[in-house]
């Protein structure tokens, strides 16, 4: 029998080598950057006369949100295969913000999160040169912006103060504290947040008994006698007002309990001519976001937050957090870092954002704004969650709170 010689084994090794070296060169190939912007008018203080000096407002409020949104959108990008960068432009003038704005349309940047007042907003929005970016507000509750000034490339993320004042207005709804008196300080904020609370009185069936202007200035209660003048001042503000079972007080200045501003709303608490409980802007507060709040995981926020800004975290700095964080699962679902595809998802049905307060966060497509829960909370504890149990809605209950389908005055194209 004649043998055959066996032939040669041909060595799988050049293969793999060049497998893996193919792989080795898509790995180093850069993931896509998506680039963000931040845009904040941070004017010179102008140290007017506060009822109180404690808790001035920090200096990097809300941009230190913004960057645990980056930081938490690069952990999930390290999955994905995607990258995130935030250009930050923190101004002092309006015209600073402007030019601010231009050049970050100038560099490419299509998403901006803007904290900035009403007026200035839609400035911006209205720039032929940043024609094609989409801003974030995270700075202006105003109503009007979700309403008659809407616009197309504008997406809000802070709640309006028809949302608070709703939230609010729930919550004594439930309680049947049914009759209320409103406390109106003198700056535009206090009028506008008042305007809130009296459409929000006439939706959820709440009687206004009173409807008062604060004009004590709140200075005098620094004299030697200071405590006794503003204890008489509050006396004489709410003596004569008809029954009632809540105090509410538009003092958007001293929002907070900081009065840093010029507030006066502090100045109420214990000091009424009959016992009554503090709502709105000071007391029992319908806010974004809490130090107080620990609810649905809200505690390792909290911490990761703290460890980082070595601060409590703000509704401002919340605020930051959203806005990237509802950029960074846009990028996700669209699976794609190109600004357009990531606006397209985030703007879609299926989109939804953990924001630690139980249910998932969308955008209303008929305004532009963020749905979300509303925290009742008092310096030191969390009272309440709105939407509350019992108030119904066909398709959310969080549509519950603010400016309805039916009631918007916002004509998108």
């Given amino acids: 029998m ?67 949104g980056l930081a938490d959108n690069e952990t999930t990008g390290r999955f994905t295969g995607q990258r995130f960068a935030l250009e930050e432009r923190i101004v002092r003038g309006p015209e600073e913000a402007l030019e601010a704005l231009r050049g970050l349309a ?75 008196v409103l406390a109106v300080g003198p700056e535009e904020g206090d009028r506008l947040y008042a305007e809130a609370m009296r459409r929000a009185a006439r939706k959820f069936g709440l009687r206004l008994v009173a409807d008062r202007a604060w004009t004590y200035d709140p200075g005098a209660q620094r004299t030697d006698t200071g405590h006794l003048s503003i204890a008489a001042e509050a006396a004489r503000f709410t003596q004569g007002t008809p029954a009632h079972d809540v105090l509410v007080v538009a003092d958007e200045a001293g929002q907070g309990g900081g009065g840093w501003g010029g507030g006066w709303g502090d100045g109420l608490a214990y ?96 305004d532009g704004q963020l749905r979300q829960p509303v925290l009742l909370a008092e310096p030191r504890a969390l009272v309440s969650v709105s939407p509350q149990p019992g108030f119904q809605h066909q398709f959310s209950e969080l549509d519950t709170l603010g400016t309805d389908r039916p009631e918007t005055r916002c004509r998108l194209p």
């Avoid at 024609?131 to 000034?149: F, I, S, Y």
């Avoid at 954002?353 to 497509?365: C, E, M, Q, V, W």
């Fill in 2 to 68: 004649r043998r055959t010689r066996p032939r040669p084994r041909r060595s799988l090794l050049p293969a793999l080598l060049l497998g893996l070296l193919l792989s080795c060169a898509a790995a180093a190939e850069p993931a896509p950057v998506l680039g963000i912007g931040y845009l904040a008018w941070r004017p010179p203080p102008a140290r007017p006369v506060a009822s109180t000096l404690l808790d001035p407002p920090p200096e990097d409020e809300g941009v230190q949100g913004a960057r645990l």
């Fill in 106 to 180: 100038a560099a490419g940047i299509r998403l901006v999160v803007a904290d900035l007042p009403a007026p200035l907003l839609l400035r911006a929005a209205g720039l032929p040169e940043a024609e094609g970016v989409t801003l974030l507000n995270t700075g202006a509750p105003d109503d009007a912006l979700r309403n008659e000034a809407c616009r197309r490339n504008l997406l809000h993320i802070l709640p309006s103060r028809a949302m608070l004042a709703d939230a609010l207005a729930q919550y004594l709804a439930v309680k049947r504290w049914r009759n209320l």
């Fill in 271 to 366: 000091r009424t001519t009959e016992p009554r409980p503090i709502a709105g802007t000071h007391g029992l507060t319908p806010t974004l976001w809490s130090r107080v709040h620990e609810q649905w995981g809200a505690t390792q926020l909290q911490r990761r937050f703290r460890a980082r800004a070595g601060r409590w975290m703000t509704p401002r700095d919340h605020a930051g957090w959203l806005a990237l964080r509802a950029i960074g699962e846009g990028a996700t679902r669209a699976r794609s870092t190109d600004p357009a595809a990531v606006l397209e998802a985030m703007r879609g049905p299926e989109f939804g954002l953990a924001g630690f307060k139980g249910t998932r966060l969308t955008f209303r497509d008929w």
